[in-house]
Nanobody, 123 residues
């Protein structure tokens, strides 16, 4: 599974931004987004399953961010609304091995990672 993330940029606080992640190769069942700032561990943002069911979110983004998918395009999106300066981070797209269907919030649960896309939110 290869992942290609895009959509990051520099925005002002309060606006919206949408990240995209396209998967190629084998089709993963579970895909997620994480984010990381210098000196900190990678933080879980959201995850979704291709097969349906409710997505899960990290506490700091619940209610502001929405993860969605397009099965036909093997793509997952992260709609980020009401952005805050503390949302500034490198955002990584991740995928679990195709045989896994359970959503997980831990980095260890994901075997495939995109290259990361930087989101900078100015105050």
């Amino acid at each position: 599974v290869q992942l290609q993330a895009s959509g990051g940029g520099l925005v002002q606080a309060g606006v919206s931004l949408r990240l995209s992640c396209a998967a190629s190769g084998s089709s993963p069942n579970v895909m997620g987004w994480f984010r990381q700032t210098p000196g900190k561990e990678r933080e879980f943002v959201a995850a979704i399953s291709w097969s349906g069911g409710s997505p899960v979110y990290g506490d700091s983004v619940r209610g502001r961010f929405t993860i969605s998918r397009d099965n036909a395009k093997k793509a997952v999106y992260l709609q980020m609304n009401s952005l805050k300066p503390e949302d500034t981070a490198v955002y990584y797209c991740a995928a679990r091995p195709p045989q896994f269907t359970v959503l997980t919030r831990t980095t260890r649960g994901y075997s495939y990672w995109g290259q990361g896309t930087l989101v900078t939110v100015s105050s």
